[in-house]
């Protein structure tokens, strides 16, 4: 199979700056970027979508656990020492909890990949 491309320097230039130049948005490659392109892996959809689920998950089991295991004692006086603590200490311990849970599910799906 002869190539059209030329060895010489100069003229591989020439040839390719010719080429480039051209209104064609296609450069025979004799199928060379298609058998690429078959071979790569499908992309899957939705990594955003399912970061979110995960979180939107997280949240409600959170807030179901508070709403149906029966709080002791102990938990009365942390939510009373809680509401001692200034407000933006607890707003920084959030977001900390926050960016860490992220994180992790980011991290978890990323690894699904």
Sequence with gaps: MKSDIPNDE???DA???QTLQRNSDHIDDAGFTDAVMHRLPVR?????SRVLW???MAGLAGLLALVLIPAPTWAYALAGALLATPLT???QVGLLAMAVLVAGASYWVWQED
């Design 54 to 56: 995960v979180l939107l």
């Design 15 to 17: 040839w390719l700056s």
């Design 10 to 12: 100069h003229e591989l």
């Design 89 to 91: 200490a607890l707003i």
């Design 44 to 48: 899957r959809a939705g990594r955003l």
